[in-house]
């Protein structure tokens, strides 16, 4: 997949695609479906399957100081649209200037001048623009007059309810992950590059691949049956896990990550970077009386970690 991440340097190959744009955070079914739209769309005008993104998130360049939210960071996303069969991917930085852009300036110098679009697909509540002025039907009137189509694709509804970033959060939040990979269509992963923590693990007779989630929203603080992707390094490949995602309170005060115990391996995974899926919730962050007492736990963890795991 190419990632275009400057749209004032748009190479002539790099110009006349199809594609979808949105935020896509979580890449969930409803952002799903409007890829598979601009997918169909692209075989049937023989022209490449892009995405149009934003990077950082428009919510975090207005909100700086908010609470997370993300529920993937950028390489995650990427590495998920790629697995989608996206073949450009352009992710525009979301600065002062395209905040300030007026949603006719967007859809004239960005997606017509600059991208050169064959066809736009977007979702049903697409909003745009300095003020978030622009939506689908003006999108589809310029579109028009300006040579290329523009197909808006319906929301995803799963029981009733509308598949929604917002939803998955609340989930997550819950300690639901299978109701929020049903909507996101794939398990929610937490990715990032493995770290040097306190060797707590490994004394323990657990060690743990410890990632980072600053930044990201956060899951409800426990212990998870989990799928782990290792992406790099020598190790690369998949395998199964039990992970703690908290700020383990038996040790004192922390900064909250993600500690993940492969089942069944043994390697050095420093530097590496990881994909951690969230299958089951397991149980709520505890602290403990006594280390004895956590590691017969941990035991109890990993026993229902694997059964659970047994047929994934």
Not at 53 to 80: C, K, N, V, W
Not at 180 to 186: Q, R, T, V
Not at 293 to 307: F, K, P
Request: hydrophobic share 40%; glycine share 10%; charged share 20%.
């Amino acid at each position: 997949m190419d990632i275009i991440r400057d749209s004032q340097f748009i190479a002539p190959a790099q110009r006349c695609a199809v594609i979808a744009i949105g935020n896509f955070d979580g890449v969930h079914a409803g952002h799903a479906a409007v890829i598979d739209h601009a997918r169909q769309i692209a075989q049937q005008m023989n022209a490449p399957l892009g995405v149009l993104t934003f990077e950082p998130h428009p919510r975090q360049f207005f909100i700086p100081d908010g609470p997370t939210f993300r529920l993937m960071d950028a390489a995650t996303r990427a590495e998920q649209l790629r697995e989608s069969g996206v073949q450009r991917l352009y992710e525009l930085p979301f600065n002062s200037a395209l905040a300030e852009l007026s949603a006719e300036d967007f859809i004239q110098k960005i997606l017509h001048e600059r991208l050169g679009v064959k066809h736009v697909v977007v979702g049903q509540d697409f909003h745009f623009g300095k003020g978030r002025s622009g939506n689908a039907a003006m999108l589809a009137e310029m579109g028009e007059h300006l040579g290329f189509g523009v197909t808006v694709a319906p929301l995803i509804a799963l029981t009733g309810k509308e598949v929604s970033s917002t939803a998955i959060r609340t989930a997550l939040a819950e300690g639901r992950p299978r109701d929020a990979a049903a909507m996101l269509g794939h398990v929610h992963r937490i990715e990032g590059i493995v770290e040097h923590g306190d060797q707590r693990g490994r004394e323990l007779g657990f060690p743990t691949a410890n990632i980072g989630i600053n930044g990201l929203h956060m899951p409800r603080f426990g212990v998870y049956a989990t799928t782990v992707i290792v992406r790099d390094g020598p190790y690369a490949g998949q395998y199964l896990g039990a992970t703690s995602i908290g700020s383990r309170p038996t040790f004192g005060v922390n900064k909250p990550n993600c500690e993940t115990y492969l089942l069944d391996f043994r390697g050095d995974l420093y530097g590496a970077r990881i994909s951690v899926g969230l299958v089951d919730y397991l149980r709520p962050e505890l602290k403990f009386d006594s280390i004895d007492a956590l590691i017969t736990q941990m035991h109890a963890d990993v026993i229902e970690a694997r059964r659970i795991l047994a047929d994934v």
